[in-house]
């Protein structure tokens, strides 16, 4: 599925995809080749004009706890950036010399200023994209539960939480990820009219003597641990969705900070353009 992600974006015009991990380190040593590809392509621009070459200025931009800091800090083989896996850690924007030839911009996650697809919305709690104080884990588990039965992975071929393939379903009472959630949860059964309320109260009296908010985080925890299996909750964009065309690529985008933002100094050096640099990138910065 993030294959597809990839896919997609390349068939729209984007120049450098590159999937990583930065937590097992899948992919970041393609992420320095390409940006200092990339930096020697503005430096030959600069150089055509007459100018001197100089480091090249990157931001590190994307939602909160998705590993932004994670990926500098491998990129730099060092603790450069705090880093934790949860929102809201990275507080300040910081420069991290990559080399001598790449500045990267740690910055704090950026969210839309406003919501409206509630969808979307309770997919970043689930993702652990959002604080944990402005959402009920049970609400979020329930709602999770509902859009994993809506999945082809739910009675089909399955990447288990070992990633090993689990077997096709005979029927709809095994195999998949109904299958795995069934087990890891120890339920006996998991009807196909169960709701995500009903599932979350089932694991609640199996696991938490009936604490629904313990059963909730329980149940996100073994989401975003991947014990569940590697799975995404939505499909790559297609051709009209929102951001699926090249012609919606590039446009300003409104961001919001998840923390207030200070520039600070960063391996000795210090420049006072952040947030002009950011806006340049497109962001209309509101500070919270």
Avoid at 35 to 59: C, D, I
Avoid at 104 to 118: C, F, I, T
Avoid at 222 to 236: I, N, T, Y
Wanted: hydrophobic share 40%; proline share 5%; with cysteine.
């Amino acid at each position: 599925m993030t294959e597809d992600f990839a896919s997609t974006k390349q068939k729209n015009g984007e120049k450098h995809v590159v999937l990583t991990d930065a937590k097992s380190g899948k992919g970041v040593n393609r992420v320095k080749e390409v940006a200092l590809l990339v930096s020697e392509e503005v430096n030959a621009k600069r150089a055509a004009k007459g100018l001197m070459p100089r480091p090249v200025r990157t931001a590190i931009i994307g939602y909160p706890n998705v590993g932004k800091s994670a990926l500098i800090n491998r990129l730099t083989n060092s603790k450069a950036c705090a880093s934790a896996p949860r929102p809201g850690v990275t507080r300040n924007l910081r420069w991290v010399r990559v080399g001598g030839d790449l500045d990267l911009l740690d910055s704090p996650g950026v969210l839309p200023p406003r919501l409206a697809d509630q969808a979307a919305a309770a997919r970043l709690a689930m993702a652990n994209d959002i604080g944990e104080a402005s959402y009920l884990s049970s609400n979020v588990a329930a709602q999770l539960f509902d859009e994993m039965k809506t999945l082809p992975q739910w009675v089909g071929r399955h990447v288990g939480g070992n990633g090993k393939k689990k077997g096709a379903p005979s029927s709809v009472s095994g195999g998949g990820l109904k299958e795995t959630t069934r087990k890891r949860f120890k339920l006996d059964a998991i009807p196909d009219a169960m709701t995500g309320e009903d599932f979350v109260i089932a694991v609640a009296e199996k696991m938490s003597s009936d604490d629904l908010e313990r059963a909730g985080t329980r149940i996100l925890i073994d989401f975003r641990s991947g014990a569940l299996g590697a799975f995404c909750l939505e499909p790559a964009p297609r051709k009209g969705d929102d951001y699926a065309d090249a012609s919606e690529m590039g446009k300003p985008k409104r961001v919001v900070m998840d923390a207030p933002t200070e520039v600070k100094l960063g391996h000795g050096y210090y420049d006072a353009r952040d947030e002009v640099e950011l806006r340049e990138l497109g962001a209309d910065v509101d500070r919270n």
